[in-house]
C-alpha cells in the first residue's frame, strides 16, 4: 500500500512503472482495435496534461509512423473481403484490421511512456526503481536516462526542423533521405552527450561495484 501515494503523487514511481510495463505487455497480446483505443485515451490525455510541450514528440513519431505501417499492412495482409479501392489499388479487411491493430499496439506504448515520463522526474524514478523495485542502481540509471533523453531529443528534434525549414525543405520526412537528415545529426548528438554523461557520472564518484577492501600485501605492492 506504500505504492499508493508519494507526496502529491497519486501512484508512486514504482507502481507506474508497473503500470506502464502492463500495458506495454498487453499492447502485444491484445488484438482488439475497441480495448486498444480505450488504452491510448486516457494516457493521451494524461500525459498531454502532465506536460504537453514534453511530449508531443512522441505523438508527432506516432503520426509519421503511420505511413509506413499501412504500407507493411497493404503488401503483406492484403485480403478478406474488399472494404474500398485507392488509386485502383483494392484495399481489404484484413489490411484496414491490421494497419489499425499495429498503429494502436505503437500508440498505447508511447502514450504510456509519454505518460511515464511527464508524471515523473528522473530522480524520483531512480528513487523509486532501486527503494520500491530493488531494481539494480545501474539498471535504475539506465531508465530514468532513456526517459530523461526524451525531452532532449525533442529539443533537438525541433532545432533540426527549423534548421530544415530555414532552408526551404519540408519540415517532415517523407524520402529515406530526408528521414536520415534528421536521424544522422540526432544519432550524432546522442552518442556525444551519452559519451559526456558517462564522463560526469565518473567525476561525481557513480559506480556499479561495491567497495572492495586493499589486502596488506597488495597495498604493499602498490606503494613499491
Not at 483505443?37 to 508527432?60: C, D, E, Q, T
Not at 485502383?88 to 511515464?116: D, E, K, T, W
Not at 527549423?162 to 519540408?170: D, E, I, L, S
Amino acid at each position: 500500500m506504500r505504492w499508493l501515494a508519494l507526496s502529491d503523487k497519486m501512484l508512486s514511481p514504482g507502481a507506474g512503472f508497473i503500470y506502464a510495463l502492463s500495458l506495454t505487455a498487453l499492447a502485444f497480446i491484445l488484438r482488439s482495435e475497441i480495448v486498444l483505443l480505450a488504452m491510448v485515451i486516457p494516457n493521451f490525455l494524461l500525459s498531454l496534461y502532465y506536460g504537453r510541450k514534453k511530449v508531443a514528440w512522441v505523438y508527432v513519431l506516432i503520426l509519421i509512423s503511420a505511413p509506413g505501417i499501412f504500407l507493411n499492412a497493404l503488401f503483406f495482409s492484403n485480403y478478406g473481403t474488399l472494404y474500398t479501392t485507392i488509386l485502383g489499388r483494392p484495399i481489404y479487411s484484413n489490411c484496414i484490421s491490421s494497419f489499425l491493430i499495429v498503429f494502436l499496439r505503437i500508440a498505447v506504448i508511447g502514450s504510456v511512456g509519454a505518460f511515464f515520463v511527464s508524471y515523473y522526474t528522473p530522480m524520483e524514478i531512480v528513487k523509486g526503481l532501486e527503494k520500491e523495485l530493488h531494481f539494480p542502481k545501474g539498471i535504475a540509471f539506465s531508465v530514468a536516462y532513456a526517459f530523461r533523453l526524451m525531452p532532449l531529443i525533442s529539443k533537438d528534434f525541433g532545432e533540426i526542423r527549423k534548421v530544415r525549414k530555414q532552408r526551404g525543405y519540408r519540415a517532415f520526412p517523407l524520402t529515406a533521405g530526408e528521414f536520415m537528415t534528421y536521424a544522422a545529426p540526432l544519432l550524432r548528438i546522442s552518442y556525444e552527450r551519452a559519451f559526456w554523461t558517462g564522463v560526469a557520472m565518473e567525476l561525481r564518484g557513480f559506480r556499479l561495484r561495491g567497495k572492495r577492501r586493499i589486502s596488506s600485501r597488495e597495498q604493499a605492492r602498490f606503494e613499491k
